[in-house]
Each structure stands twice: as structure tokens, then as C-alpha cells.
């Protein structure tokens, strides 16, 4: 396993979004750049950027044009570089986006593939052999273009799919192997595509819908034949390089990733923890007490034993598909929340201004096709002034609210706030990083909505999750290192105050 990501914290930027320094109300290269130290003051040593490559933003940039270019609406090639030394310059890894899957429909390979003539592009691409075919079962695109054929999409209709083959065979007239020379030399250039950024000095890659590749292939075994190919040449000629998966399934470790998301999948771990609101149910940290801990438990542990010594679970405060907790939650229970997040055993992902508190908006108007996912996508806020001084432009990306809160500035100054509070959990997470084994983890107590109680190597967790103290019965600890709300009184019992959390040195 890669050393560094032991003790890594990573930050999400969503590059509209971050920091505009031209004036054109989208965020860019130079305005993250701007913006760096703020990131290292966090106690972020890593940052996730989403897709900067040009592209037609018909999804957020995960619609590629040219996977070797920079979009210039993000700055210029030079810019991307100095940014990146700058990182680096700072101690900060910086790993990109990878969209493997499918192109954007104005890709020249995906251009070449649709032209009437066979040529080299011509199986880089699913296509029927006609143009009245519509399997079943599948999404194809008729009419757009004069090859005899119709397209499959991966995601959205301006999305079509790159062809790593197909696992089982039902159509043979239109689906190659995966095994197939054509379907080989995708997986090479995709391997080309991730040389040239690695080379360039990108860190790693977070890989958009990994598992996605191969198509009828539900056990995914051949999606992760592939993944290991590209892992192995990685791990070869780039040692120091991870490779993070959007696939939130113990089945990607076992492919070569080093992380893999937990994501906000309908009753997983992750869910059942923060975000399961559904009528009658809801999750742990639901403050008046409907939730359950050993749901979160019993599969978060289960997850971890699949996972061991192979890749850590990547944990996230939210991203930019998810909607943010606030204002699902307030200040009190985001920091207990966030807290309990950075210390769970696993490498964890902070996405921009959670750091604060910005709110979700509910209802936003759909922009790039984000639809649901828009307000979740909304500038950083980082002081009262125009735009919360995200942009100097009348019009922005996405609006920020009129009155500029929560804001990075004034966060600063309150050694409470959720800003500061969040800053020291992580710098204790990164004080005793080198003496947590990564996998040794031991839930002490999870029971309904009673505090959730866990053993990390040399320390102990302690949460309460609602807004009235509980007792639970006494645990071997030793000093208390760490405390939010109030501390806990320690008796033969052991006692949480509302909205509290606490680590203790274990005994
Ligand atoms: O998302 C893939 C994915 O799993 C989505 O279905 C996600 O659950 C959905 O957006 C929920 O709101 C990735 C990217 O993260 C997303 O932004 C892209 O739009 C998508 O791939 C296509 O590339």
C-alpha cells in the first residue's frame, strides 16, 4: 500500500466553483493556486480535483473532448503547472480526475469512430451494425451521425461509451470481447492518457465510475482484469502513484485501487450513519434519536475485514454529486459528525466549503446537467464582500447567497467555529497517525442511538450523537486528548454531554 496515504487528508475542489482570479465567474487554475495555503491551514496534505480537461461541460466537465488538454475555461497550461508545483511546493499531492468510461460526443476519437467510413476509431466506440438496431437492454443514440449504426451511452446521452469489450456475449454482431485486440488497445490508451498526467506530476487519479468498463459483466470480473493490468503498470512505473475508485464496493481493493470510495449507496455504512432520513428511519446522527448504530456498525466492520491490507475505505463529508449536510444538520452535530468522519479508520475526503458549513441548496436551477447535484456545487464563500469574494463578475457559475454565510473570514476568527474545530481534529489525526495500524479498529459500543464508542489503535472514540447527555458503561481509557462540547465525566461510568465527542489515549 502507498506509504503517504496513511496520513493523508484530502480536500475536493470542484474547480467552477473554488476561486475565480479573472473575473469570468467560473474558478480556475490561478485562483486555486491563490488559495493554498488556505488549503494547508486546513491540515489538507492532498486535494482531489474534478475533471480540468476541455471539455463541452454538458456534465460538469465529465464530458471529455481532449483528455491531454486543459480546459481553457480553467486557465491556460501553464497555469495547470504552476499550480501543481505550487502544491507541491506546499507538501500537497494532487490527484485528478479520471473519466475512463465514455467521452464527450465532440471527442475527434469518438468523431473518427461516427464517420461512414471503417477506420482505427471504428471499435474504440459500442456501435450496432445498423441503424434500425435497438437492443434491449442497453442505451444507444440513433441519427446523430451518418455511420451505418447507433452508439451506446454510459451515463448521459452526450456520453458515449469507450468499448473495453463485453464479458458475456448475447449480441455477437455488434459486441467484441474484452478480450479483443480493439478492445486491448482502449485499455492502452486509456493507460497513455493516465502516462501523460503522471508524467506530467499528478499524483494518482480518483476514477470516475471504475466500474464501469466492461459491459455485461456482472460479477465484474472482468472489469477488475483490467484494473489490475493498469495497476500493476502504475504501481511499476509510477511507485508513489494511488489510484482512488468511485465503485464503493470492497470488490475495487481486490482490483488494484488503494482507495475506494464509501459513497452514499441506500443503506450502506456510510448512509446509515449520516444521511438515511427516510420516512421511519433515519441515521445515527439524527439528534432527536430515531437512529441506530449497529446498522452503521456491523457493516462498516464487515467492509473494513474485505478491505484489509489491501486499500483503505475512502471516507467523505460529501462531494459533489451528494447533497451537503448542511443544512440537514446543524453547527453542533457538523462537528461531532465531521469529527467522528476524520477519525474512522480509512483516508478522508473533505469537500469544499463543508469546512464552513455552506448549505445545499435545495431547488437550485439545473446548470450542466448537475440537475438534484447543482446545489451542492455552489462557490466557496470566503468573506462578506461581492460574490463572498469568489468572483469580482456580475454573474457567477452559481449564484452565493445574498448574505454571504457562513463565510471562510469570519469563521477564522471564532476558535469555536466549525472551521477551527474541524482544523484541530485533523491535526490530531495527523499527530497520532504513525501510531494507528491502519486496520486495527474494534467497535466498543453500538447500540441504537446510545453513543457510538471505537478503539483506533492507541486512541478511543467517543460520540453522542443526540442533544441530551448519555451514560455508558466504563471503558479502559486513559487521558483525554481531545474533546468537543462538553468533556465527559469519567466515574465508574462514563458520561457524554449533548452533541459531544471525545478520544482518549486507549489503556
Ligand atoms: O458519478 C457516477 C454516479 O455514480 C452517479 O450516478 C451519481 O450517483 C449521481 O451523479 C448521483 O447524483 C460520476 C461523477 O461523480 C458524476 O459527477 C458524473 O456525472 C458521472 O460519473 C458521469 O461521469
Redesign the pocket.
Known sequence: MVQWLKDAVFYEIYPNSFMDSNGDGYGDFKGITQKIPYIKSLGCNAVWLNPHYKSDFF??G?DVVDYFKCSERFGTEADFDAMLETFHANGIKLILDL?PG?TSENNADFLKSAENVPNDMYDRFVWTKGEWEFPEGYRFISGRHNRFGNYMVN?FST?PALNYGFKEITHPEWQLPYTHPECMKTREWLKSVMRFWLKRGADGFRV??ADSLVKNDDDKSATSEIWRDISDMVKREFPNAVLIS?WSSPRAVHAGFDVDFMLDHHGNAYNTLVRYEEAGKTSYFNPNGAGNAEEFADKFANWLKENENLGYIGIITCN??TPRLAPFYDEDSLKIIQATLMMLPGVPFVYYGDEIGIKYVKGMPSVECGF??TGTRTPMQWNSKKNAGFSTADKTFLPVPDDCKPNVEEEEKDGNSLLNTLRRTIALRHEYASQITSFDFEILHAKGSEPLAFRRGVLTVFVNPLKKPQTIKRFQVGELLYNIGDAPSVTSEITLAPLSFAVFKAQ
Open positions: 456534465d460538469g465529465y473519466v465514455h451515463f456520453q470516475d465510475m468511485e459533489h454529486d438534484a447535484r
